[in-house]
């Protein structure tokens, strides 16, 4: 019965227990695949809010009807569960007022089948129950209902509750559309950004550009590595907070790395000290690929208020927005690992002076006697020379390796008779800008040659004179590998040296080949014209030797005079 003048909804009629009443249950399948594919909306029904009424008995119906037209709202009408479940797929619904007991299928199958649908898994249910039963109402919410009333209930109410649903699912909606659209300028935002820069330049034009498509204040970005968390670059709010390129205290740092193991979570800033007391902070990890741990974390800052929402709802998007940036960042990021990497690996390497400087003999080829020794570099890694100093370049640790190794040659070869001299080899770069080189040289005891590839470019040869002249009057050049490198033979009418060192390619085979010798006798001539002297490289045969003899080359290197080793004989015979 209807309580009128109270207002109330009442009801006599018995409880249905669905277990028993209502047969076998039916498939949630079954019932999906008999109703319409798509919903339609009647060209005739207008833009109010439809609300489905279930429920069988036609009194509550009637009078739900009445109140919910009167207060704006269109209403639909189903007995069962199961013409429920087609009106929903049939038309656009606002809310669904289910009834509990219900002939055909009950109102928490219904329910289930409207979950199951993907179509409908997101439309406002509110469960009508006419039993007070704990357990019943539990089922209903965890089936999936958003809300229920127990009868009798206030008219009032109900309309209310109906208008709360819609308001959430309205607010609901709206953020989706805020993410999908937020998501669509992202991208057309990340795709502007340049993929190969080095990981700062490219991380300071993320937190400079993104933050206004993101919706947020401020935006930094972390990075762990080596027990350390390091801020490569912030922007906005939280500029203050993570300086660029600072690195956090040990104990700060080490809470944050452990916490982002666990996920993406929320701070105020009052509580962190990082800003405004008024501020949320998000902070999302990232990985790279399957590695088990984060690699960093994105950090997000906003202050909520009638424009901004707060981060807590908004935290599904960051998740996205840092999915799309971790993408940007990655080539970057792999590159800086691979960079510390190689700078930790080199700096252990001069720090425990892992490497030994081999000493080769220069003799003079008339006599055998022993003129010079080279020092070559070998790593205990067993990584070639050239490419470790080519890595060390790269990273900014070619100075401190080339004056590490420079130091070694001197001390290796103190053994060695004063006027005997030693060759090293070293970079225009080295020449011109280690403060320490002319100290390290003058501890030598001996005759300095310095000797610079034909290989490296050199833009300043102005610049290149004058470091050696400050290296003083004991020091002399060799161009190294003439012949085979960087413009042909300028260096050597740029720099003139003392010597020149002939490319081992020119002396292999020189006895064999009529071509070698005369390329060779021409630069023997020239060097008598300029006063410099030929060390010919690459001496393995005795054919050899007495080729270049024959051409008057008075100084050689190679096999057949002396291999390199720690502490090679004083003297080579020839």
């Known amino acids: 019965m209807v309580g009128a003048s109270t207002g109330r909804v009442m009801t006599a009629k018995r409880t249905i227990d669905p277990r028993s009443a209502l047969g076998p249950p039916i498939p949630l399948a079954a019932i999906a695949a008999s109703v319409p594919a798509q919903a339609k909306t009647p060209s005739d029904r207008d833009d109010r809010p439809r609300i489905l009424i279930a429920d069988d008995e036609a009194g509550i119906r009637s009078l739900l009807r009445?109140?919910?037209?009167?207060?704006?709202?269109?209403?639909?009408?189903?007995?069962n569960g199961r013409e429920a479940f087609e009106l929903i797929n049939e038309f656009d619904m606002a809310v669904v007022l289910l009834d509990l007991h219900m002939p055909v299928m009950d109102g928490l199958r219904t329910l289930q089948a409207i979950r199951a649908d993907e179509r409908t898994r997101t439309l406002p249910v509110i469960l009508i129950t006419g039993t007070a039963a704990e357990t019943e109402r539990i089922r209903g919410l965890e089936s999936g209902a958003d809300d229920y009333l127990t009868k009798p209930f206030a008219l009032k109410e109900l309309t209310a509750r109906i208008r709360a649903q819609i308001r959430a699912r309205a607010a609901w909606t709206r953020q989706i559309d805020r993410g999908r659209d937020q998501r669509r300028r992202l991208a057309a935002a990340v795709e502007e950004l340049p993929r190969d820069g080095p990981l700062v330049a490219l991380a300071s034009l993320v937190v400079e550009r993104l933050p206004e498509v993101l919706g947020v204040e401020g935006l930094a970005i972390l990075h762990f590595a080596h027990g350390e968390v390091r801020a490569i670059a912030s922007g906005g709010a939280l500029r203050r907070a993570f300086p660029a390129s600072s690195t956090m205290p040990r104990r700060i740092g080490r809470d944050v790395a452990h916490?982002?193991?666990?996920?993406?979570?929320?701070?105020?800033?009052?509580?962190?000290?990082?800003?405004s007391p008024t501020q949320d902070i998000a902070?999302?990890?990232?990985?790279?690929?399957?590695?088990?741990?984060?690699?960093?974390?994105l950090v997000f800052a906003a202050t909520p208020g009638a424009e901004i929402a707060p981060l807590s709802h908004r935290l599904p998007d960051l998740i996205d927005a840092t999915d799309f940036?971790?993408?940007?960042?990655?080539?970057?990021?792999?590159?800086?690992?691979?960079?510390?990497?190689?700078?930790?690996r080199l700096r252990r390497i001069i720090a425990r002076h892992e490497f030994v400087s081999y000493l080769?003999?220069?003799?003079?080829?008339?006599?055998?006697?022993?003129?010079?020794?080279?020092?070559?570099?070998?790593?205990?890694?067993?990584?070639?020379?050239?490419?470790?100093?080519?890595?060390?370049?790269?990273?900014?640790?070619?100075?401190?390796?080339?004056?590490?190794?420079v130091s070694a040659a001197i001390e290796a070869a103190e053994w060695l008779p004063p006027d005997v001299a030693l060759s090293v080899n070293l970079s225009a770069d080295v020449l011109q800008h280690e403060a320490s080189l002319p100290r390290i040289v003058a501890g030598a005891g001996r005759p300095l040659i310095v000797e610079i590839t034909e290989h490296e470019r050199i833009d300043d040869y102005d610049a290149v004179r004058s470091a050696l002249d400050r290296?003083?009057?004991?020091?002399?050049?060799?161009?190294?590998?003439?012949?085979?490198?960087?413009?042909?033979?300028?260096?050597?009418?740029?720099?003139?040296?003392a010597f020149v060192k002939l490319d081992i390619e020119w002396v292999h085979g020189i006895d064999r080949d009529p071509v070698r010798r005369a390329l060779v006798s021409g630069l023997a001539y020239f060097a008598?014209?300029?006063?410099?002297?030929?060390?010919?490289?690459?001496?393995?045969?005795?054919?050899?030797?007495?080729?270049?003899?024959?051409?008057?080359?008075?100084?050689?290197?190679?096999?057949?005079?002396?291999?390199?080793?720690?502490?090679?004989?004083?003297?080579?015979?020839g």
């Open 66 to 79: 009445r109140v919910l037209e009167r207060d704006g709202f269109e209403v639909v009408e189903a007995t």
């Open 259 to 275: 916490r982002a193991a666990s996920g993406p979570w929320l701070e105020r800033s009052g509580a962190s000290d990082l800003g």
């Open 283 to 297: 902070y999302v990890p990232f990985r790279l690929g399957a590695t088990p741990k984060p690699l960093g974390c």
């Open 325 to 344: 940036i971790s993408a940007v960042l990655r080539p970057a990021v792999e590159r800086a690992e691979t960079t510390d990497s190689a700078i930790t």
């Open 360 to 405: 080769q003999p220069i003799v003079r080829l008339e006599t055998g006697t022993l003129f010079a020794v080279e020092a070559l570099t070998r790593f205990t890694d067993k990584t070639p020379p050239d490419v470790q100093f080519e890595q060390a370049s790269a990273v900014g640790l070619g100075l401190a390796l080339q004056r590490a190794a």
């Open 471 to 497: 290296l003083g009057p004991g020091v002399r050049l060799a161009v190294d590998d003439a012949g085979s490198g960087y413009a042909s033979l300028r260096h050597i009418l740029a720099l003139e040296p």
């Open 528 to 573: 008598s014209e300029t006063g410099c002297e030929l060390i010919a490289e690459g001496i393995e045969t005795q054919h050899e030797l007495e080729a270049v003899r024959g051409l008057g080359i008075k100084l050689g290197q190679g096999y057949l005079l002396g291999r390199p080793e720690p502490r090679p004989a004083t003297q080579s015979t």
